[in-house]
């Protein structure tokens, strides 16, 4: 079965250091989502991305990061300088064969833990 | 006020039992989402819901446009069906719930 895929598992950097997160939809999906998870709360939005553009981002989605799709198959979600705040799990999420991305579930991936020291 | 509020936050079964998990919003949105998160943290979607009701195997998902409440139900509950479910809705944005912690005692 087709999967989403992220890489690294886990990341540990210092702060102000820049981060490039890595994630591998699955094929044919049009529509990409970054979320983070701070240990112990809920999941939170960052953005989507739809034809090569950000189509929704949500507050926390600052300056500080950005998204691009480099080539057919990555999705990365890039942090230029970290801060000790942006400790949290990133995960990744792809959907939609169609121009409706509500009608389609969103497949997560397993995640990358980022640690920021 | 959280615009996504599940209930209950904990819950704790025997085998066997019927569950459910309820989750209210108050924002207008276009797709209720049910996810199962693991103790390892991996996420799995469950339901992607907008009207009614749908069913996987155990699992059933209902939701109520005009109420803006959904629920879930687990029946014959099993030990490995211990996870965090998170209910998440699609407005302009996705907002998530809190979660509510399921734990199945054999």
């Known amino acids: 079965e087709p999967e989403v895929t992220q890489t690294p598992s886990h990341q540990v950097t210092q702060m102000g250091q820049e981060v490039i997160l890595r994630c591998v939809p699955i094929?044919?999906?049009?529509?990409f989502y970054w979320y983070r998870q701070i240990l112990g709360q809920k999941v939170e939005f960052l953005v989507s991305f739809y034809n090569n553009e950000i189509s929704e981002k949500s507050e926390i989605f600052d300056d500080q990061f950005s998204v691009e799709r480099p080539d057919g198959s990555n999705f990365t979600l890039k942090i230029r300088s970290t801060k000790l705040e942006d400790s949290a799990m990133y995960f990744c999420?792809?959907?939609?064969?169609?121009?409706?991305?509500?009608?389609?579930?969103?497949?997560f991936g397993p995640g990358t833990r980022l640690t920021v020291t | 006020k959280n615009e996504v509020e599940q209930s209950p936050q904990n819950l704790t079964a025997q085998e066997g039992e019927f569950i459910t998990i309820n989750c209210s919003y108050s924002v207008g949105i276009s797709a209720l989402h049910w996810l199962q998160q693991h103790p390892g943290g991996g996420i799995v979607s469950l339901f992607m819901?907008?009207?009614g009701k749908k069913k996987h195997g155990r699992l059933i998902a209902t939701i109520n446009i005009q109420e803006k409440h959904s629920s879930l139900h687990i029946t014959a509950s099993h030990p490995r069906d211990s996870a965090v479910y998170i209910c998440a809705v699609k407005g302009n944005d996705m907002r998530f719930g809190a979660g509510t912690r399921l734990t199945v005692k054999p």
């Open positions: 094929s044919n999906h049009l529509y």
């Open positions: 819901l907008s009207s």
């Open positions: 999420a792809s959907s939609g064969l169609s121009r409706k991305p509500t009608s389609y579930e969103q497949y």
